[in-house]
T-cell receptor, first 114, second 113 residues
Framework: DVKVTQSSRYLVKRTGEKVFLECVQDMDHENMFWYRQDPGLGLRLIYFSYDVKMKEKGDIPEGYSVSREKKERFSLILESASTNQTSMYLC?????????????FGEGSRLTVL | GDSVTQMEGPVTLSEEAFLTINCTYTATGYPSLFWYVQYPGEGLQLLLKATKADDKGSNKGFEATYRKETTSFHLEKGSVQVSDSAVYFCALKGSSNTGKLIFGQGTTLQVKP
């Protein structure tokens, strides 16, 4: 089974702190994604990566950056956390070439910024 | 751009009731369509999918048919159980090769005994 592991299930941070959310997948997938989930808004794409050291902005990249130094690991960085970044963050991965295009998700990281 | 619209929730049903959650989409070309489910405290998992028009995806008693003429992919189940209580997301994968999915806003289903 594909496993996508997010390092922290729950985090509480203060405004202005730098926050790292880590995601590791064990199936050699090329594509990795960070989504943000908010009630009534569904999932919105923050950033994605289709290869090591490659990244693309999603729909809501402002206030975030990402790092992909190794194929299995995709990190989301909040340079200076703000209260409006309180949310559930979901990491996902998929192989580059797969019929149908299913994404495999981690369990999520719930971030609270005080 | 591509988009997905789901019926607003929450949807509250009694056990063994019939479920329909509406989903419509806007996309160019021929997208693939998905339903994901999120149980309390968990991440999203694929429930079913359909990759071309008139395909029917099915899993765990849930079904959805890809209707290109009405740009819809409604989720149905004939008899819901308490264990089906979850948030359901409709999603599409467009024609780009980036692999990203576009999600609807999610519909919360609560099934009461």
């Amino acid at each position: 089974d594909v496993k996508v592991t997010q390092s922290s299930r729950y985090l509480v941070k203060r405004t202005g702190e730098k926050v790292f959310l880590e995601c590791v997948q064990d199936m050699d997938h090329e594509n990795m994604f960070w989504y943000r989930q908010d009630p009534g808004l569904g999932l919105r794409l923050i950033y994605f990566s289709y290869d090591v050291k490659m990244k693309e902005k999603g729909d809501i990249p402002e206030g975030y950056s990402v790092s992909r130094e190794k194929k299995e690991r995709f990190s989301l960085i909040l340079e200076s956390a703000s209260t409006n970044q309180t949310s559930m963050y979901l990491c996902a991965s998929t192989p580059r070439l797969v019929p149908g295009g299913e994404l495999f998700f981690g369990e999520g990281s719930r971030l609270t910024v005080l | 751009g591509d988009s997905v619209t789901q019926m607003e929730g929450p949807v509250t049903l009694s056990e063994e009731a019939f479920l329909t959650i509406n989903c419509t989409y806007t996309a160019t070309g021929y997208p693939s369509l998905f339903w994901y489910v999120q149980y309390p405290g968990e991440g999203l998992q694929l429930l079913l999918k359909a990759t071309k028009a008139d395909d029917k995806g099915s899993n765990k008693g849930f079904e959805a048919t890809y209707r290109k003429e009405t740009t819809s992919f409604h989720l149905e189940k004939g008899s819901v159980q308490v264990s089906d209580s979850a948030v359901y997301f409709c999603a599409l994968k467009g024609s780009s090769n980036t692999g990203k999915l576009i999600f609807g806003q999610g519909t919360t289903l609560q099934v009461k005994p």
